[in-house]
């Protein structure tokens, strides 16, 4: 049977660094943003719009590219996220069964529950979370402490909101993983091997 990962993981706690990481330590595939791409093609939606809904902030508005946008009945949203749900559900699938590999957040771990995936959880304090995200600011961006705070709680709400409403568990749960990583002031690099020895 395949080695197959997820990763959740809490905005700001290197969980994404993690994943990739440990996926190059163990020598397996790794996936994460192509997903959103792939959901993207079988859905005839635009990856932005995909990316909205799959981060818990669905669109209010018809979800098109060219054109006027018009607002749509609270059922015309609920059936394009169930739609984009059954085709991110079809995609990872298809991803686990071609092999070993970690996939990155998307409820994967609910998803491949049947595959009986490593589930892994990546949390740290918001300090932590707040300084990592201060460290990658790309350059030119001028935001402050306070404004990344708010956001890393504001995308920590929006990423529960989908995982709960989806899986019908509660995101972040310890109940619901089989290892919690507390990443506060750690340095990522230097903990992947020592987490890689657990497999």
């Known amino acids: 049977m395949s080695k197959i990962i997820t990763v959740g993981r809490e905005f700001g706690s290197g969980g994404r660094e993690l994943g990739r990481r440990l996926a190059e330590e163990l020598g397996i595939q790794y996936y994460d943003k ?10 005839s939606l635009s990856e932005s719009y995909v990316q909205q809904v799959v981060e818990g902030k669905p669109h209010r508005l018809f979800p098109i ?4 946008s018009f607002a749509v009945a609270p059922d015309y949203q609920m059936l394009q996220m169930q739609s984009i749900y059954t085709a991110q559900t079809e995609i990872i699938t298809r991803l686990a069964e071609k092999g070993d590999c970690i996939i990155i957040g998307r409820c994967a771990d609910y998803i491949l529950r049947d595959y009986k995936p490593l589930k ?23 935001l402050t402490e306070e404004q990344i705070r708010r956001q890393i709680i504001a995308i920590d709400k929006d990423r529960a909101r989908y995982y709960n409403d989806f899986t019908g568990q509660k995101w972040g749960d310890k109940r619901f993983y089989d290892v919690c990583i507390n990443t506060t002031d750690l340095v990522i690099k230097d903990m992947v091997p020592h987490i890689a020895k657990l497999f």
């Open 65 to 68: 590219s060219i054109g006027q």
């Open 34 to 43: 192509e997903i959103i791409s792939e959901i993207a093609k079988n859905t």
């Open 120 to 142: 892994i959880f990546v949390y740290a304090d918001l300090e932590s979370r707040v300084r990592r995200c201060l460290e990658r600011r790309p350059e030119g961006e001028s």
